[in-house]
């Protein structure tokens, strides 16, 4: 079982930045495919970025460029940065881990991201 706590979100003015952490416990972080999805008002969830635990990322491409995921293997934690934010970007993002042994998906409670125009 992997418990995912999420943080970091909130109200931000366009162009801004926030960074979204995502604390993993439960499991060994070597084992998890860590990713950020978010949810618009209205749309389904869509994937953000992903990275893999050799670091190897993934984004999607209305973030490229803008945002980057990271990880913390001693902190066991996944961050998304997230830069130049715009009101399109709002949303709430959800932390997700793919424990690729167990071949399952674990989700976050999700955070709002605002972004005001």
């Known amino acids: 079982q992997v418990e995912l706590a999420e943080s970091g979100g909130g109200l931000v003015q366009r162009g801004g930045s926030l960074t979204l952490s995502c604390a993993a416990s439960?499991?060994?972080?070597?084992?998890?495919?860590m990713g950020w999805y978010r949810q618009p008002p209205g749309k389904e969830r869509e994937l953000v970025a992903r990275?893999?635990?050799?670091?190897?990322?993934d984004y999607a491409d209305f973030v490229k460029g803008r945002f980057t995921i990271s990880r913390d293997h001693a902190k066991m934690t996944a961050y998304l940065q997230m830069n130049s934010l715009e009101p399109e970007d709002t949303a709430v993002y959800y932390c997700?881990?793919?424990?690729?042994?167990?071949?399952?998906?674990?989700w976050g409670q999700g955070t709002q991201v605002t972004v005001s125009s």
């Open positions: 990275i893999t635990p050799g670091s190897s990322t």
């Open positions: 439960g499991s060994a972080f070597s084992m998890l495919v």
């Open positions: 997700n881990a793919f424990h690729f042994a167990e071949r399952n998906d674990y």
